[in-house]
Nanobody, 117 residues
């Protein structure tokens, strides 16, 4: 089992920045990927960014050039640096973890990000 704790969400003005964190604990010795997804009311959940165990990254088209995903030295805490935020970025952001040889998906509870003036 993997437990995920998210932090860093909140209210920010358009053009501002915000940094999200996701800390994984439990059976974290074989994490394959860590990623961020978001879901706005009435919309599908979409990929924001993901990072693999060998540090390859993938970004959703709507955030390329503005967001950056990273991980700490222990590879159990993930960050999402969000710059040049737009109102369209308003959503609940979810942390996701997948492990090698484990079919389960692990999700955090979500953290609200609101971009408004």
């Amino acid at each position: 089992q993997v437990q995920l704790v998210e932090s860093g969400g909140g209210l920010v003005q358009p053009g501002g920045s915000l940094r999200l964190s996701c800390a994984a604990s439990g059976s974290t010795f074989s994490i394959a990927t860590m990623g961020w997804y978001r879901q706005a009311p009435g919309k599908q959940r979409e990929l924001v960014a993901a990072i693999t165990s060998d540090s390859r990254t993938n970004y959703g088209d709507s955030v390329k050039g503005r967001f950056s995903i990273s991980r700490d030295n222990a590879k159990t805490t993930m960050y999402l640096q969000m710059n040049s935020l737009k109102p369209e970025d308003t959503a609940v952001y979810y942390c996701n973890v997948r492990r090698f040889k484990d079919p389960a998906d692990y999700w955090g509870q979500g953290t609200q990000v609101t971009v408004s003036s």
